[in-house]
């Protein structure tokens, strides 16, 4: 059996007057969400507090009453992962309501990134820019890919990575929340294993810091998610800190060696 450990945080960073990202974790069952909110006076904190609750309350109502981790054969993806994408969906059509009937929140829109723990599985969805690596033996992969013009550029091998990071573009995303009546959420399955550490974070740290920085920083303090948390958010603001910067840090354990931590759910 794996537990899993839960720990986030979020920060202002040093240009920004107001925090504009949220980010929610029910560890009792198994849900993680982080969105980065956009447009507006205000309406980003709007756009992004709608999609965290939203898709929290709709994945805590059904999670539990579904067999866990069962494959939908006419799609592949396990009912988890369909619930997800559903939650998205009703998340983008409340938030794209909202935008256009009260004139203070026109033109609002957030990332989302949402992760499902269940079984030995883990389903994240996302939306944006903001995303999830997994670091397994001290090797950092990403879980997923961004919705931004520069990251299509990467992909086309018109700009490398560091490219990227000091481009004037980097924040174009391509998808967003509440933007248009219908959205299409990309979905990812992984098999957790026992001493996996996810990463969700906002473009505030990926923006400025590297992921070989962000590698090492996971290695050095896997073992205290809060001071991790920590530490990612100050490298950040010590690069400038632009943006807002939120961290979301999971990781799984072995039951039977490990007692579940307070941020923690029980998997058969």
Known sequence: ??????????????????????????????????????????????????????????MKDKIFNMPQAQIDKDIGFTGESVLLRQAIKKTNSSIYKTAQTQAECAGMGTTVLASAFYGSHITAAHVGDSRMYRLRDHKLTHVTDDHSLIHEQVQRGL???DDARNST??????????????????????????????????????????????????????????????????????????????????LAKDSGRNKPGIFSRLFN
């Open 159 to 161: 700009l490398t990575a």
């Open 169 to 250: 573009i980097k924040n174009l995303v391509t998808r967003a929340l509440g933007v248009a009546p219908e959205v299409e959420a990309d979905i990812v399955e992984d098999i957790v294993r026992a001493e996996d550490l996810y990463l969700m974070c906002s473009d505030g740290l990926t923006d400025v810091v590297s992921d070989e920085d962000i590698c090492k920083a996971l290695i050095h303090g896997k073992n205290n998610l809060k001071k991790s948390c920590t530490q990612l958010i100050q490298m950040a603001n010590n690069a400038g800190g632009p943006d807002n910067i939120s961290i979301i840090l999971i």
């Open 1 to 58: 059996m794996i537990t899993v450990d839960m720990f986030a945080m979020t920060d202002v960073g040093i240009k920004r007057d107001h925090n504009e990202d949220c980010v929610l974790i029910t560890p009792s069952h198994g849900i993680a969400v982080l969105a980065d909110g956009m447009g507006g006076y205000n309406a980003g904190e709007v756009a992004s507090a709608m999609a965290v609750d939203i898709i929290t309350e709709h």
